[in-house]
């Protein structure tokens, strides 16, 4: 029986965020296009509560971060075996390449708001999405 080989746990991790962060990154922009706004948390004119939008485009982001990292590091591991199919990579290829195409219409999009808010809000998306698909990736190559 031959010896299983896997990838180095640094590569699938270091594989697994920057996969994440650019899948947070593209659902951040998807989101702004569908009205989930994320700057919403920095509007002078409701200082005493958070508005829903925000908060469903902060648990959004957090959580494709966090899938997207686990499922990036348990194919890396299932393909390192052999265990993966050619045409299912194929086939996640095409809808990465598909949500990052959508997203890079979205972004092209003239935008509103002020722009410390959207720096700010792009930097927290960088952050929050690469702590999310660490803990996803670090959840993958622990269970495998």
């Known amino acids: 029986m031959a010896e299983q080989e896997i990838y180095p746990r640094n590569i699938v991790l270091a594989g697994a965020v920057g996969c994440g962060v650019l899948l947070a990154l593209a659902v951040h922009m998807l989101s702004q296009r569908l009205a989930l706004d994320f700057t919403g948390m920095w509007r002078g004119d409701q200082v005493s509560i958070v508005p829903f939008s925000a908060a469903v485009a902060w648990w959004l982001i957090a959580t494709v971060g966090f899938a997207g990292g686990y499922i990036v590091a348990a194919l890396m591991h299932g393909t ?61 190559t622990r269970r495998a």
């Open 80 to 140: 390192a075996s052999g265990r993966m199919p050619t045409a299912m990579w194929q086939f996640l290829a095409a809808v990465l390449v598909l949500v990052l195409t959508g997203a890079g219409v979205a972004a092209s999009e003239p935008s509103t708001g002020p722009i410390m808010a959207r720096v700010l809000a792009g930097i927290i998306v960088l952050v929050l999405g690469a702590g999310m698909a660490f803990c996803g990736a670090h959840f993958a």
